[in-house]
């Protein structure tokens, strides 16, 4: 499971008001918990852009999107709409996993620890997957979530 950054403008009319915003985002993080997401910024400012940020483990990013919609409806009474969805990286095996999902990939993923102290990635993928993705698009992918060491390699 990966933790997602779920961004919604919660006033994309511009309407809210500072006081507002204030009850609005009070009644998010008491119903957040109900999607076990935690609310990331200040809820006294009422900020340029009018997005929540809300940081959730998920393994279905687009369901937790359409639920924390629901709720960001229900606490400001606007009609909020989806922005951007990115993820927190952890380094672990589950954001190797979550990489390769994103790609529509499935492998397997192996540590071993580095001369230097840094963990080397082995990740073995069906070739038949690196034509139809270039292998440079995966690792380099696979490198930032991680910031380790990736072979990549094929059964």
């Not at 204030?22 to 400012?45: K, V």
């Not at 139809?132 to 490198?143: C, F, K, M, Q, Y």
Request: hydrophobic share 40%; glycine share 8%.
């Amino acid at each position: 499971m990966r933790t997602a950054v779920l961004r919604i403008d919660v006033d994309p009319a511009r309407e809210l008001t500072v006081e507002r915003w204030g009850r609005g985002m009070g009644a998010l993080r008491e119903n957040a918990a109900t999607l076990a997401a935690e609310i990331l910024g200040d809820s006294a400012e009422l900020p340029v852009r009018r997005e929540v940020q809300m940081l959730i483990d998920t393994d279905d990013a687009d369901a937790s999107m359409s639920e924390a919609i629901r709720l960001c409806a229900k606490a400001f009474g606007t009609e909020p709409t989806a922005s951007t969805i990115t993820y927190v990286s952890r380094g672990t095996d589950d954001d190797a996993h979550g990489v390769l999902a994103g790609f529509g990939l499935t492998g397997e993923v192996a540590r071993e620890p580095g001369t230097d102290g840094f963990d080397i990635v082995h990740v073995t993928l069906r070739a038949a997957d690196l034509e139809r993705i270039p292998e440079s698009r995966i690792h380099t992918a696979l490198e930032a979530a991680l910031n380790c060491e990736v072979r990549i390699g094929t059964r």
